[in-house]
């Protein structure tokens, strides 16, 4: 009875460990850069928000991933908070935002706006290149906005950003069809960077009224995911 128990104890203390590997975050020099240009962070490149909504991005984003009230939604990147206003109302009270920056200014901005609004399903978090800090098992959908061609660190962030997603999570990403140095991200190279992780592409759609498309991914389990040691930088893109 005894070698029994030592046995179950120690197969309870494997499996701990197992899990506890796998929830971990990696820091960013456990990953590669990658092997391309990364933009510098910019202001919006539209004068205004109403300019911006010209172009209906926002309403062809929710009907593309099928947002709905009562979602999580975290806005990697959110910046001034364009989309995180106009989403608050979408999910509603039973829903939530999480607003995640890595700059303090942007940080400051949007904890103001949301706090002018009065949005109370908004959170505002404070993240890494490598790594959006978002609670584990919080999220429905991510989304990544005209911002995935400036980020230092995309295979830390992917990595790191695995935990917080729920059960059928999806990953949207929204970019321009120019290289990473003229501020956009050119969809094979997306595809192959995300794919270096473990993520697997679901759909890929140009939007109108721009020269952006939104391409949407399924995110691996935590224990699928690709090792950090194991990530292969993906070359020959722009």
């Not at 999910?91 to 607003?99: F, M, P, Q």
């Not at 939007?207 to 498309?213: F, V």
């Amino acid at each position: 009875m005894r070698v029994t128990l030592t046995v179950i104890f120690a197969a309870g203390l494997l499996l701990s460990a197992i899990v506890c590997g796998a929830l971990a975050q990696a820091g960013a020099s456990a990953f590669p850069k990658p092997d391309r240009p990364v933009a510098d962070i910019v202001s919006p490149i539209w004068h205004d928000e109403k300019e911006r909504d010209g172009a209906r991005e926002p309403d062809q984003l929710v009907r593309l991933l099928d947002l709905r009230s009562g979602m999580s939604v975290a806005d990697i990147g959110a910046g001034s908070g364009y989309y995180v206003v106009r989403l608050s109302p979408i999910v509603g009270a039973g829903g939530r935002i999480l607003a995640e920056d890595i700059k303090p200014e942007y940080l400051q901005t949007l904890r103001m706006r949301v706090l002018n609004l009065g949005l109370p399903n908004v959170t505002i978090i404070s993240g890494e290149p490598h790594d959006p800090k978002l609670p584990a098992g919080s999220v429905d959908v991510a989304i990544l906005v005209h911002m995935y061609h400036e980020i230092a660190q995309p295979y830390g962030l992917m990595y790191n950003l695995v935990p917080a997603l729920r059960g059928g999570a999806r990953v949207g990403i929204v970019d321009a069809l120019a290289p990473t140095s003229k501020h956009g991200t050119p969809p094979d190279l997306l595809r192959c960077e995300l794919a270096a992780v473990g993520y697997r592409e679901i759909s890929n759609d140009r939007l109108d009224g721009s020269d952006a498309y939104l391409a949407i991914f399924a995110p691996p389990s935590l224990t699928s995911r690709m090792r950090p040691d194991a990530i292969v930088a993906c070359k020959g893109h722009p």
